[in-house]
């Protein structure tokens, strides 16, 4: 399964998703945390100390390589755009921890498996946007089979930057982190209506909640897509001090919120037939936009219309 934790800057959307990837686990699954935000703090709220592992933007030539394996349709990484799916032939990946590139971009952070896009460089600005970092993510996840059971949970870029690119559509539940103010619901209906038509299952959790008048708030903007309140937390300030706990010991009604969220995404069935038809549509549109100029060949050629991804066996 896999869950986008998004929200307005200051929202507690990296919070929320390093808290929620522990809980998981914890718990006994495998979870693979990704940071796709610009500010590329997702690991120390993990509990990480050290240098962050390799970016997985950091060499596309490599990951585009390593992606397209035989597949006689990419002629050349040269050719690979952020949106180019996998087919016959593409190598598709599995989150085991030592595949050739969870073992190459990766590290473990008390047993959950972290993956960074990459910060922002002197050498992109004024040059490039965030989003050709976060297109590696898109990438991976195009090429990824999760199995029952494992987990993939991204931190995504803060507001609507999320929108540059089709990430947005890749995940089976998306949650907008939100505090009890317009601003925040603001952003939940910016995002809510950026996404219609989309098949995106947006909800929302509440963070920074204080009292029955601020869930009386929320759930009047919001409606049923409020999924949970998180409110004060000792354990979140701690952890933010580097004094993490078992995330068992959270307080009982911000560990709920936790478990509503899982519930709400464990509830997600994956059609793989649609997400690919996803997938091809957002190559398509990238294809025709700028993808084919800027390459110089017809990437519809790509596309292998008899394939769909999630039968076959990956390999590493």
Not at 148 to 154: D, K, L, M, R
Request: proline fraction near 5%.
């Amino acid at each position: 399964m896999r869950i986008a934790f998004v929200g307005k800057g200051g929202s507690g959307k990296t919070t929320a998703a390093a808290v929620f990837s522990r809980h998981l686990a914890e718990r006994g699954h495998p979870v693979l945390a990704v940071d796709a935000d610009i500010n590329q703090h997702l690991g120390q709220a993990l509990g990480h100390d050290g240098p962050p592992p390799r970016a997985l933007g950091s060499d596309l030539t490599w990951l585009k390589d390593h992606l397209r394996g035989t597949n006689p349709r990419i002629a050349s990484a040269a050719t690979m755009i952020k949106t180019t799916p996998p087919g016959p032939g593409s190598r598709l990946l599995d989150l085991d921890p030592a595949g050739e590139l969870l073992a190459r971009y990766s590290i473990d952070v008390g047993g959950v498996r972290h993956l960074v896009t990459g910060e922002f460089e002197e050498a992109d600005i004024g040059v490039s946007c965030y989003h050709s970092k976060t297109g590696a993510v898109e990438l991976y996840l195009n090429h990824l089979l999760d199995g029952p059971g494992e987990y993939v949970v991204v931190d995504m870029t803060a507001g609507a930057d999320a929108f540059a690119s089709g990430l947005f559509t890749r995940f089976d539940l998306t949650v907008l982190v939100s505090e009890p103010t317009r601003r925040g619901v603001g952003v939940f209906r910016q995002y809510a209506d950026h996404a219609a038509g989309h098949g995106v299952a947006l909800g929302v959790l509440g963070n920074k909640v204080a009292d029955d008048a601020d869930v009386a708030y929320l759930r009047e903007q919001v409606g049923d897509a409020l999924l949970g309140r998180f409110g004060q937390s000792a354990w979140v300030r701690a952890a933010e001090r580097g004094a993490a706990r078992p995330v068992a010991e959270l307080e009982p009604e911000n560990l709920a919120a936790l478990d509503a969220v899982a519930a709400a995404l464990d509830a997600r069935e994956r059609d793989w037939a649609a997400y690919h038809r996803g997938t091809v549509e957002f190559h398509l549109r990238n294809a025709r936009a700028w993808g084919d100029r800027a390459v110089g060949v017809d990437l519809a050629a790509q596309i292998d219309p008899d394939f769909v991804p999630g039968a076959p066996v990956p390999t590493r």
